[in-house]
């Protein structure tokens, strides 16, 4: 298949070791001023994704990233934020990186050229039709991803995707595709940067908004947040004071006693 790998490119600026520190980051951030134009560009594509996504999950289904690389460490990223922000079960969000686990850390040799492990790893997670795969995949052309999403399609389960190259393999697989033409990176091929900002924009995007519209947002406030540390119980006491009229430390005692904001909103007696 014939398309243009923008990602791919050669980049704009030439004999980047002989810039100086001044001139390097000026160059890097302006080309990073251009990513969020280009995701404001997709936008229709990501409230279709979006709103596939929440009717799945009222279903009862769940949400998959799958990906190698950096795209793959993105996703983990996304899936593992999301049940402390919002208070959500740990395998409502997956992420799910080619190479398993120790891929996090350090690239494992061919795992993205394996067309038949994508499938391999979400049935053993015992994916199913009322849940929802993306792929992530900077140039759209990454087996692993490419073949898991074929089989999902096969299989009667929704599919995304988050690519950086029009009209890729992956982008032409994916049932609601989200393109995100950032153009040549900085250091040609290096997809970590531009393409990587973008993809990590897009997913913040598809996880805020799927939670809010699943009500795990009240207001503005992240109230079925976990309180895992003492800063995100501070913060959750003064969202509890914001609500209703209590000092810190009447606060302080519902959320001991509720557990959680909302709770302790909801069941407060006056």
Known sequence: MNFTKTTEQSSKYEHLEKMSVTDLLQNINNEDKTVPI???KALPQIEKLVTEIVAKIKLGGRLFYIGAGTSGRLGIVDASECP?????????VNGIIAGGDKAIRRAVENAEDNTTQAWIDLQELNINKND??????????????IEGLKKCNENNISTGCITCNDESPLALTAQFAVVVVVGPEFVTGSSRMKAGTAQKL?????STATMIQLGKVKGNKMVDMQLSN?????????MIMSEIDVD???????LNEFGSVRKAVDNFVK
């Open 202 to 206: 897009v997913l913040n995007m598809i």
């Open 132 to 145: 929802v795969v993306i792929g992530i995949a900077a140039s759209g052309t990454t087996p692993y991803v």
């Open 84 to 92: 402390p922000t919002f208070g959500v079960p740990f395998d409502l």
């Open 230 to 238: 003492d800063k995100l119980v501070d913060r959750g006491v003064k």
């Open 248 to 254: 810190y430390n009447k606060a302080s005692q519902l």
């Open 38 to 40: 280009a995701v404001e």
